[in-house]
């Protein structure tokens, strides 16, 4: 199947795409589905081919008009990661892809292949709290600093602000989750890119990464908002089943070129079989995260006129007329199923209510068909100072909820049970 029907210009939609772009079945007995590849090497023609394989994939000459570069060695490519690779790039309207081990390998990755001693990364924050540790901790350790500011309206003048005092041409890299994870603040995208585009301008090789794992691929397009490289981890709605771990980038193909070089030498790309996996979840994850994204609306609903809660933060209740309202209108084009709530009591209150649930299982990551709930400040953000922490909303009380596929009329009996503590 190609990217476009032969009977006119337009591309076919990404969910349509996702049943068969990017995958020969003459190439696999007719097989409708690509078969799982669980080969570590690929046997060459000739030796002569090797080489020309070998000269392409290690950039040591230009492809030729209509070369590609050939099967060699899976740490370097293999097709069930290549089919997901040109489906994800599809989706996100990118040019190209890399799939990692993790979304975290998809992060350090890209890190590493775009930065070097001496630069400044720009986050806005909250952000996962592995992303946080690795900018906080790991980044310093090789002479790169990370600057963090508040997520939210006016994230891009808090960056400006920082650039100016710490010097504009060190700034290589800006970063932002958005929603972010846990608050689920808005980021201007547009705007974000705008500022990268001031700072290549002014003569800095800057580049703006999104994590788009939280509305992606399915309610928020960054790179047609102007961002470099879209970053995922598809261990969450892209595998949606929470039977794997697995990470996404997409972008130019010069710039997935760079970061392909250094997954290839670190060895962060993931396994054929989970390749195998992303490419059969793929095929329903539009119409998971829709009928994930009604279940939820209905649950924050409920939350919001709940006496036990106090505040709710879902992209679906922002206030009318609000900035974040009309930030979520101009970028996302659904409401996703990540609700953060805080319920009145903090901490001890928290845990009973985590801990009174039946149906949603108290368990850390997101994006999957069960719902889950955890506790951030204690579980999946607790290498983040609380300080940081509180200061972005992330208090004691709060709850995260990642909401599933299960039947509404359960999840919302369960729901009610669980704050009747
Ligand atoms: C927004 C976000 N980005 C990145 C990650 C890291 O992904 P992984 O656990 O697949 O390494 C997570 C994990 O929870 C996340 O929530």
Redesign the pocket.
């Known amino acids: 199947m190609k990217r476009r029907h032969s009977s006119g210009d337009r591309e076919f939609n990404p969910e349509t795409l996702a049943l068969g772009y990017a995958y020969d079945p003459t190439l696999s007995q007719g097989s409708v589905k690509p078969p799982v590849f669980l080969t570590s090497t690929f046997q060459f023609e000739t030796a002569e081919e090797g080489k020309r394989f070998f000269e392409l994939a290690y950039g040591l000459r230009e492809a030729e008009e209509g070369e590609e570069t050939g099967l060699i060695y899976s740490r370097l490519n293999n097709p069930n990661l290549q089919i997901f690779e040109e489906r994800m790039a599809a989706w996100d309207r990118s040019e190209a892809a890399a799939t990692f081990a993790?979304?975290?390998?998809?992060?350090s990755t890209s890190m590493l292949a775009l930065l070097q001693p001496g630069d400044l990364v720009l986050s806005t924050a909250p952000?996962?709290?592995?992303?946080h540790y690795l900018f906080a901790n790991i980044l310093p350790k090789f002479g790169i600093e990370t600057h963090f500011v508040s997520a939210g309206d006016g994230a891009v003048d808090r960056m400006r602000e920082v650039a100016k005092k710490l010097g504009q041409e060190r700034v290589r890299v800006l970063f932002t989750?958005t929603p972010?994870?846990p608050n689920n603040q808005h980021s201007d995208i547009a705007a974000i890119a705008a500022f990268a585009d001031e700072l290549r301008t002014a003569g800095s090789d800057a580049h703006f990464l999104v994590?788009n794992?939280?509305l992606g691929p399915v309610f928020q397009r960054p790179a047609d908002l102007g961002a470099d490289l879209v970053?995922?981890?598809?261990?969450?709605f892209i595998g949606g089943h929470s039977d794997l771990?697995?990470?996404l980038a997409t972008g130019t193909s010069a710039l997935i070129k760079r970061i392909l070089e250094m997954r290839t030498i670190l060895g962060t790309m993931t396994t054929p079989f989970n390749g195998w996996l992303l490419l059969r979840s793929l095929e329903t994850v539009s119409v998971r995260m829709r009928r994930q994204a009604k279940n939820a609306s209905r649950l924050a609903k409920l939350l919001a006129e709940h006496p036990l809660v106090e505040s709710v933060a879902y992209p679906g209740l922002l206030k009318e007329g609000s900035a974040q309202r009309q930030l979520f209108e101009r970028q996302c084009s659904g409401p996703g199923s990540l609700i953060s709530f805080t319920v009145k009591g903090g901490q001890e209150v928290a845990y009973r209510v985590l801990e009174r649930f039946e149906v949603f299982r108290l368990a850390?990551?997101?994006g999957g068909t069960e719902s889950l709930v955890e506790h951030p400040m204690t579980m999946?953000h607790a290498d983040v100072p609380k300080a940081d922490l509180e200061a972005r909303g992330v208090s004691p009380g709060l709850i995260r909820m990642s909401v599933g596929l299960e039947h509404l009329s359960d999840l919302l009996r369960d729901l009610k049970h669980a704050l009747a503590t």
């Open positions: 993790s979304g975290m390998a998809a992060i952000v996962y709290g592995g992303s989750e972010a994870n994590d794992t939280l970053i995922y981890s598809a261990t969450k771990i697995a990470g850390v990551s997101l999946t």
